[in-house]
T-cell receptor, first 113, second 115 residues
Framework: AQSVTQLGSHVSVSEGALVLLRCNYS??????LFWYVQYPNQGLQLLLK??????LVKGINGFEAEFKKSETSFHLTKPSAHMRDAAEYFC???????????FGTGTRLQVTL | GAGVSQSPSNKVTEKGKDVELRCDPI?????LYWYRQRLGQGLEFLIY????????KSGLPSDRFSAERTGESVSTLTIQRTQQEDSAVYLC?????????????FGAGTRLSVL
């Protein structure tokens, strides 16, 4: 069984500030981890993925995430927030080549001036 | 097509009616997934098709829900005798079905409102 916990359903940061969105996972086998972003009225877009090749993963739009096995975490960060980063962010885990994704409940990121 | 296409984008129906939602995956993608996103919640897995294998129906919430896929093309998700709790955004995703890990590409979803 696998699960994902995203701490904080809403996060608000000022433009230019650090973005930190938290994700913890539970998996009985080595996981594959993903962050997806959802802009209003759109589908999910993949930001980045962890595949065990490297613990620090860089994605699109300046986001990155670090896999920490000891903490079972995969937090998403961005050094400097932009207004366009305002969206909902979902962390997800899968355990197989083509298996289903198990999602967290999402974190809505608000960016203020 | 260039991406996963879902139709309709919005559907309003009355309680007790049947609805059909359509998903057109990316050409060449053998795997297709349906998820449900209720307001303020994450995505719940519903069903997964991989090539000609038997689908994984483990996420379907009741026997009112069913889905079909013809070969490696279009899929339809059918909800019979809709209830108000079925109101949600239904998202479809497709993937190549091979490779590690398998990246799922999502459509924009169908927003279902049951009155």
């Amino acid at each position: 069984a696998q699960s994902v916990t995203q701490l904080g359903s809403h996060v608000s940061v000022s433009e230019g500030a650090l973005v930190l969105l938290r994700c913890n996972y539970s998996s009985s086998v080595p996981p594959y981890l993903f962050w997806y972003v959802q802009y209003p009225n759109q589908g999910l877009q993949l930001l980045l993925k962890y595949t065990s090749a490297a613990t620090l993963v860089k994605g699109i739009n300046g986001f990155e995430a670090e896999f920490k096995k000891s903490e079972t975490s995969f937090h998403l960060t961005k050094p400097s927030a932009h207004m366009r980063d305002a969206a909902e962010y979902f962390c997800a885990v899968s355990t197989g080549t083509a298996s289903k994704l198990t999602f967290g409940t999402g974190t809505r990121l608000q960016v203020t001036l | 097509g260039a991406g996963v296409s879902q139709s309709p984008s919005n559907k309003v129906t009355e309680k007790g009616k049947d609805v059909e939602l359509r998903c057109d995956p990316i050409s060449g993608h053998t795997a297709l997934y349906w998820y449900r996103q209720r307001l303020g919640q994450g995505l719940e897995f519903l069903i997964y098709f991989q090539g000609n294998s038997a689908p994984d129906k483990s996420g379907l919430p009741s026997d009112r829900f069913s889905a079909e896929r013809t070969g490696e093309s279009v899929s339809t998700l059918t909800i019979q005798r809709t209830q108000q709790e079925d109101s949600a955004v239904y998202l479809c995703a497709s993937s190549l079905g091979t490779g590690v890990p398998n990246i799922q590409y999502f459509g924009a979803g169908t927003r279902l409102s049951v009155l």
